[in-house]
């Protein structure tokens, strides 16, 4: 006769100790053994959004005091949880979705706890970075995480033309409504650049879309569904035997329109050239100078 499986003991945790716990992107079943023993065990659990995470938390019955942490009381609640560390408690660091610090709430915190000489805890797990990279089909062996670009139409052509001269594959965060105006950014400083988006990773409604930027910019046109939802867009790395069509090289026009203008015409007349912003060209040029 076969008996019940038992359940696992929740194991001790270390006291005075910062856990880094990745929770699911999507579907509720990635979440790790470890994570669920940590957060059932710890005094305090902290939460970028305490109504989204406490569904999580109800789902696994997990019943631990939340406590709210974003980006707006982040460095607020630093002293109060420095307090509850100097005190034994154990305390776990979650974010809406993945893993926390990536685009997310923490790193102030990390940082603090770090120089005072608190452990800091990785509890490893789900992150829309890597499944993406994961499925891709883009070289994985080197590759940057470049987070959300600017909001504002310059800076994110500045940011994108950067990004496009990098070797390896990159890896973006976009929001849905921008997506488009971002694709066609891309396909502007070279069409047959090889891109990928992975859309609701995990979630029913999970679609990778592979092509070229200018491919993927006409699937995601005609199809409104590719602007909903989370998405991680991929980037194809430059080929190292050439330049993509169209990409200035930013710095050597900012130098060259230099010796003919006083600095602040020269960074104006690059942003009329390129469709950047003056200001952020100008102090681009000042750095220049300086490095000279």
Not at 157 to 176: A, C, D, I
Not at 238 to 254: M, T
Request: aromatic content about 4%; glycine content about 8%; hydrophobic content about 40%.
């Amino acid at each position: 006769m076969s008996q019940a499986p038992t359940q696992r003991p929740v194991p001790a945790l270390y006291t005075s100790v910062l856990y880094v716990v990745a929770t699911p992107i999507g579907h509720l079943g990635d979440i790790t053994q470890r994570a669920l023993e940590v957060l059932h065990g710890v005094t305090r659990i902290l939460a970028e959004d305490t109504r989204h995470s406490l569904k999580l938390l109800q789902h696994y019955g997990i019943d631990r005091p939340l406590v709210s942490l974003h980006e707006h009381n982040e460095r607020q609640r630093i002293e109060q949880i420095v307090n509850w560390l100097a005190a034994g408690d154990s305390l776990a660091l979650i974010s809406d979705a993945g893993t926390p610090l990536i685009s997310d709430p923490g790193y102030p915190l990390v940082t603090a706890l770090a120089e005072r000489g608190y452990r800091v805890v990785p509890v490893p797990g789900a992150s829309a970075v890597t499944a993406a990279m994961s499925v891709a089909g883009l070289p994985s062996d080197r590759f940057q995480f470049c987070g959300f670009p600017p909001a504002k139409a310059g800076p994110r052509q500045t940011f994108l033309g950067e990004v496009m001269r990098f070797g390896g594959t990159s890896v973006l965060y976009e929001s849905p409504r921008r997506l488009q105006e971002t694709l066609a950014m891309l396909r502007d400083l070279d069409a047959q650049r090889p891109l990928v988006i992975a859309r609701e990773l995990t979630k029913q409604f999970e679609t990778i879309l592979r092509g070229t930027a200018g491919s993927v910019l006409e699937l995601v046109a005609a199809d409104p569904d590719q602007r909903r939802g989370e998405l991680v867009l991929l980037i194809g790395g430059q080929p190292a035997d050439q330049a993509p069509p169209g990409q200035v090289d930013v710095d050597a026009l900012l130098q060259t329109l230099a010796v003919h203008l006083p600095p602040k015409q020269a960074a104006g007349e690059a942003a009329r050239l390129l469709g950047s912003s003056k200001n952020e060209l100008y102090r681009r040029l000042l750095n220049l100078r300086d490095r000279q």
